[in-house]
């Protein structure tokens, strides 16, 4: 039996935010069980909880964005991505300003601090969606996304441009969990961005703490951090990270098959909506009687407790 899993101690970290350019202090808080992953805003109401649920997206036009009584927490998807892949099932996060820290513009600082936290298993059965049957959403541009049922948990994602500046960045890629890991795969992808649009987007006060310390910067079909990618399919494997974050707002780890085109937070969260509106498409199964066939890393055991 696989149980639920939480933080073993609590841990802090200071990163700057993507879109205010401010420095951002978070916390990453245990939590009991069966109580899910839920944001606090400590700049604004320490009593608000804000859960990190489907329902509570107010925005994602740029990332994925909570909102909860007018009050927003914005860019949680490379966290909540670390979380679900760690298998972290309950957590509470605290931040004093209206996001979170970027840090380098992937998962893998956020799976460090978890790692350094500690993972500690708790008394009940861990719980997981298993999609029964296939159910997709479609916009207007051309844009979709799908879940279909499978044994285990597998995403394929296609990033595909249209324009020539573009094309050489579009490519498909699929990532079976059955037999390979998010640390391995998937953390250390990072957010990228194209400089023709930076230019728009902090006229708008947005994107002023972009950097090529916390993203892949694209000019004219060009590469400009010196380091290069870190795989040659990164940009679409930052897709896949930021659809595991999306997806964990269904507030458990999924058994099925996802598959996207052209598809981001919008798309995302759409689907995550139409599926709980259609309840005979998925079913909430335990690992006590269930036995899923999903691992994840063995909890990190401070060595000081024996």
């Known amino acids: 039996m696989l149980k639920q899993r939480t933080l073993r101690n609590s841990i802090k970290a200071v990163g700057i935010g993507l879109h205010t350019g401010k420095n951002i202090n978070m916390e990453l808080i245990p939590a009991k069980v069966n109580t899910g992953i839920n944001f606090i805003r400590t700049d604004v109401d320490e009593n608000l909880v804000i859960p990190a649920i489907a329902e509570n ?25 670390a979380i679900a892949g760690l298998g972290v099932d309950n957590c509470v996060v605290k931040v004093d300003g209206p996001e979170v820290p970027i840090m380098d ?31 997709s959403i479609t916009t207007d541009n051309g844009a979709y996304a799908k879940l279909s049922p499978y ?43 194209f400089m023709e649009e930076l230019e728009a987007l902090k006229k708008n006060s947005l994107a002023l703490g972009a950097s090529q310390k916390n993203a892949i910067a694209i000019k004219d079909n060009e590469i400009l951090n010196e380091e290069g990618l870190r795989s040659k399919d990164e ?19 999924l058994i099925g098959e996802f598959e996207g085109y052209k598809s981001g937070h919008t798309q995302n969260n759409l689907l995550l909506r139409k599926l709980i509106e259609v309840p005979d498409s998925w079913e909430l199964i335990s690992s006590e009687s269930d036995n899923p066939i999903i691992d994840y890393i063995e909890p990190i055991i401070d060595p000081s407790l024996g």
Not at 60 to 81: G, N, P, Q, R
């Open 57 to 81: 997206v107010g925005d994602t036009s740029l990332s994925t964005a909570l909102v909860k009584d007018d009050v927003k927490i914005s860019t949680i998807e490379h966290l909540l991505s």
């Open 105 to 135: 513009g992937s998962a893998s600082p956020f799976v460090f601090l978890i790692q350094s936290a500690g993972i500690k298993e708790q008394t009940k059965p861990k719980k997981f969606i298993k999609i029964k049957k296939e159910i």
């Open 151 to 193: 044994d285990g948990f597998k995403v394929t994602h296609s990033l595909v441009y249209d324009d020539e500046a573009r094309k050489g960045h579009s490519r498909t890629t699929t990532v079976d969990f059955n037999s390979t890991t998010y640390l391995k795969e998937i953390s250390r992808s990072r957010t990228y961005g």
């Open 235 to 253: 940009l679409v494997k930052h897709k896949i990270l930021d659809v595991i974050g999306d997806l964990y707002l269904l507030q458990h780890n």
